[in-house]
C-alpha cells in the first residue's frame, strides 16, 4: 500500500514512472478525511499500465486528481479509481494510452456532493471500455469523455454524469466514424468487438441517469435502426457533431418525461462543404418540448448541412417537439443534383410544434431549389413558420400537396428563384389561425408567387407579393380550393411582371372568392410588357 492520506488539510501526491510496465495491484490513496483529495500520477514512457488494486484521491471537500498515461502501450484498469469529493466537487480522472482497456469489472468514479467531476479516457489506437464511469453531483453533473482515434468497443459500458436535484452533466463519445445500432449486447474483456459501432442500449442507459449526450465524429455519423429513448424528467441534450455528413434509417429519438434538446450538426468544422449533408429516412423524433436543430458549422444562425445533391432531406418522418422549436438550415452545391434537389427537401414528412418556432432555409444552386416540401404537412400550433428559400435555375420555394398552419402565430414564405419564386399547389392551404400571412416570391423565368389552394388567416393580414423578370408577378388559382379570406384582417395582392402583373384565376368548382369580412382589399398589377 501506498498512502499518503490527510486527517485535517488536502491530501498529498503520490507520482510513480517507469520507463516499462506498471501494475498497481495493490492500494494506492490519497485521501482526505477534511479538505481536499491529494494527486496520483502514474506515467509509462514505453510500456503498460495495469491498475488492478484501487487508486484514490477523494477529498471530504473536493476530490483530487488522478492521470495514468501509457502513451505507447496499454493502460487496463481492473480495479477501482475514485477522486470523489464529499461536500464538494468531484475531482478530475485523466487516462491516455495507445490501447484503453476497462474491464467490465471496473470503476471509475469522480462524484461530487455539489458538482461531478471529470473523467477522461483517451485511445490512440483501441477503446474497450464495459465498466461503470460515473460523475454524478447533486447540484450538477460532471463531464464525461470516451475517445478513440480508431477503434473502439463499449458494450455494456455504464455511464452517469447525472445530478441529484440540478443540471445534467454530459457524456462525449468521440471517434473517427461513429454508427448507432439498435442492440443491448455486453461486452466482455476476453471478447472484444472493435469497431465504429455503438448501441442504443448505452445511450439510453445515459439519459436515464440524466445525463446528456454528445457523439463526436472525424467523418460521418450514422443512425442504423437505433431506437434512442430518454426517459428520464430532468431537460437533457443530444448532441451530434460530425466533420462530414449525418444518415439514418428507420431510426427513432424520443424522449418519455423531461425535454430532450436534439442537434444535428454536419460539417462542424466547415472542412467539407458540399459532403457533409443530413439525411434522415422513415425516422421519429419526439423531443417532449425540447428544441431540435440541423445545420452545419456549428453555426445554427448562419451555418448550414451542405451537400452536393440536397443538404437536408427528410423522407417519410415525423417530427413532433411538444412546444420546443424546429431549425433546419441546409443547402446544396449543385454538384451532382438534379431538379427534385435543393438546400432543404421534405417528402412525406409531418412536422408537429404544438407551440414552437418553425424555421426552415434552403439555398439552392445550379440546378436546384432553395427549399422543396412534397405530400408533408407543417403545423405549428401557435408558433411562427418561417420558410426561406432561395434556388438556383429552379425554384426558391416549392410546395407540392402540403399544408401549412401556423395556429396563432405569423406564418411567413419568401423565395428567391430561378424559375419560380415561391409555387405552392396543396389542399390544405396556408392557415395561420389568427397570425398573419406573408407569401413574397422573386422568379425569373416563371412567376415570381404561383398559389393554388385556400389562404385563411382568419383575422391575421394577408400579404401576397410576387415579381418576375420574365414572367407574370403574382398568380392564384381558385381551382377545387377554398379562395381568400382574412376575418377582419387586411389582404393586399400585388404582382409586378413582364407578361402579367396580378392575375386571380378562378373556376366553376370550389371557392373564388377574397373574403375580408370588413379589412381592407387591396390588389396591385404591373407587367411591363403589356
Known sequence: RIIADSDFGTAGQVRIAAVGDILIQGDIST?????????????????????????????????????????????????????????????????VADTVILTEDSGVSADGGLAGGLVGFRATSALAAYGLLSAHGNTAGGSIITASDGTFDIRGLWVDAGSTSGTAGSWLLSAPTLTVVNGAVVGTVGAPVLGNDVQDAEINYAFLTGTSVVLQSD??????????????????????????????????????????????????????????????????????????????????????????????SLAGTTITTGGGSLLLRGSTTGADAGPDDAGVVLDATDIDTAGGAIDIYGLGAGGTSGVIALNSQLYSGGGDVTIEGEGGTYDGVRLED?????????????????????????????????????????????????????????????????????????VINGGFFDGISSAGGGIRLEGVGVTGGALLIGSGYGTNSIDSAGGLITIIGTASDT
Open 219 to 312: 467523418d460521418y455519423v450514422q443512425f442504423d435502426d437505433a431506437q434512442i429513448v430518454a426517459d428520464n424528467a430532468s431537460p437533457l441534450s443530444f448532441i451530434v457533431n460530425a466533420e462530414s455528413g449525418i444518415f439514418g434509417n428507420a431510426f427513432s429519438i424520443t424522449s418519455l418525461s423531461g425535454p430532450l434538446d436534439m442537434v444535428f450538426n454536419a460539417n462542424a468544422s466547415s472542412l467539407n462543404n458540399g459532403f457533409a449533408g443530413i439525411d434522415f429516412s422513415n425516422a421519429t423524433l419526439d423531443s417532449n418540448g425540447g428544441g431540435i436543430a440541423m445545420y452545419g458549422q456549428s453555426d445554427p444562425l448562419a451555418g448550414t448541412a451542405s451537400n452536393y445533391a440536397t443538404g437536408i
Open 31 to 95: 485521501a482526505s478525511k477534511i479538505g481536499d483529495g491529494g494527486g496520483v500520477s502514474l506515467l509509462s514512457t514505453t510500456g503498460n499500465l495495469f491498475v488492478i488494486g484501487t487508486v484514490t484521491a477523494a477529498g471530504a471537500n473536493n476530490g483530487g486528481t488522478v492521470s495514468m498515461f501509457a502513451t505507447n502501450g496499454s493502460l487496463a484498469i481492473d480495479g477501482f479509481v475514485s477522486a470523489d469529493g464529499g461536500a464538494g466537487n468531484g475531482g478530475q480522472i485523466a487516462g
Open 402 to 474: 402540403t399544408g401549412v398552419s401556423s395556429n396563432g402565430g405569423n406564418l411567413s414564405i419568401d423565395g428567391i428563384g430561378g424559375a419560380y419564386g415561391v409555387y405552392a399547389s396543396y389542399y390544405a392551404g396556408l392557415q395561420s389561425g389568427g397570425g398573419d400571412i406573408i407569401v413574397h416570391g422573386e422568379g425569373g423565368t416563371e412567376a415570381g408567387t404561383f398559389l393554388t389552394g385556400g389562404i385563411d388567416s382568419a383575422g391575421g393580414d394577408i400579404d401576397v407579393y410576387g415579381v418576375s423578370t420574365a414572367a407574370e408577378g403574382l
